[in-house]
């Protein structure tokens, strides 16, 4: 009896140990061939615009597919030369990018550094605050935004006698209005602030005694060593400003001062039949994120990796 148990025990840990064996062979292949069918997924989009971007009108649905044949670049020229404001737009976008990206950078680790090193009244209670604006869609702050930066809360300002106080900064169709609300964001200060919170005291307490300041430490000791963090910030709020449209759509009215997203909208709707031009057009506005991505990715994926590793 006992001999019988002990072979059906024996047989049971034999059975289990083959299927750990064979799900260990397995398991790489499987992940592998899900990472590519993904990969492949994702890549697909971008890769049959630049394909049918790159062939006439005429031939757009031709054969073979999967490549342009034949090769033209009539598209591109098309788009530029039937939007003769498309350098304004570029330039448009540009300045609204990097100034809101550098903008944003330094207000945020500044943000991001007293909130994890100083102590001043109701931080926890600001803090908690900045969390929950985090939560609100942007449509529910859009109306308020609008009227912060245009007209104003008050229409005609709140008048206290004589003197009229304006509510409201007056940048309708002005770069200026698509630029401030953007200059500081609640998830930079997070991820600055989790940063922060992560780095040894001990650098700044070695600073203090050799006689700097707040200021000194930050921007000479605690700024140099977050280029990670402050790269994969800038890159994701580069990112968000270049293709934002609904903002600006709401702020600026004269075809001048739109961005470059605002213009190709409008293309898109003179030329929707022509696919391979509205493609053409597309990839002016994605080609400029990618190649930043591609440049930065490495500091990209070691912040992200990084970034919230230790709480409180």
């Not at 031939?59 to 788009?79: A, C, K, Q």
């Not at 300002?157 to 401030?180: C, E, S």
């Not at 075809?255 to 022509?274: A, C, H, M, V």
């Amino acid at each position: 009896m006992m001999a019988t148990i002990s072979q059906t025990v024996s047989k049971k840990a034999t059975l289990s140990d083959r299927l750990i064996v064979v799900l260990d062979r397995i398991k790489t292949p499987v992940f592998y061939f899900i990472l590519i069918g993904w990969a492949v997924l994702c890549i697909a989009p971008l890769y049959f615009t630049l394909v049918f971007s790159l062939k006439p009108v005429a031939n757009v649905y031709d054969p073979p597919l999967f490549w342009p044949i034949p090769f033209s670049l009539e598209n591109f020229r098309d788009v530029i030369g039937a939007l003769p404001l498309f350098p304004r737009w570029l330039l448009n976008s540009t300045i609204i990018s990097l100034v809101v990206t550098f903008a944003r950078v330094l207000f945020c680790a500044m943000a991001g550094y007293a909130f994890a090193r100083m102590e001043f009244p109701l931080k926890k209670f600001l803090f908690t605050a900045l969390l929950i604006s985090m939560m609100i869609p942007g449509q529910v702050t859009l109306i308020p935004n609008f009227l912060v930066v245009g007209p104003g809360i008050i229409r005609g300002g709140l008048k206290i006698g004589d003197l009229t106080i304006p509510t409201g900064f007056g940048l309708m169709d002005n770069l200026g209005g698509v630029i401030l609300p953007g200059i500081v964001a609640a998830f930079g200060i997070f991820m600055m602030t989790q940063f922060y919170k992560s780095i040894p005291k001990e650098l700044e307490e070695a600073a203090m005694m050799d006689g700097l300041g707040r200021f000194g430490i930050f921007f000479r000791i605690v700024l140099p060593i977050s280029t990670t963090q402050l790269l994969t910030l800038a890159l994701l709020t580069f990112q968000g400003e270049w293709n934002s449209f609904m903002w600006p759509l709401t702020i600026l009215r004269t075809p001048e001062n739109f961005t470059l997203p605002i213009g190709l909208n409008w293309f898109r709707g003179e030329y929707y039949t022509l696919i391979s031009k509205v493609l053409a057009g597309s990839l002016f506005n994605t080609l400029p994120i990618l190649i930043i991505f591609f440049i930065f990715q490495r500091y990209f994926t070691q912040s992200i990796a990084g970034t919230g590793l230790k709480e409180g």
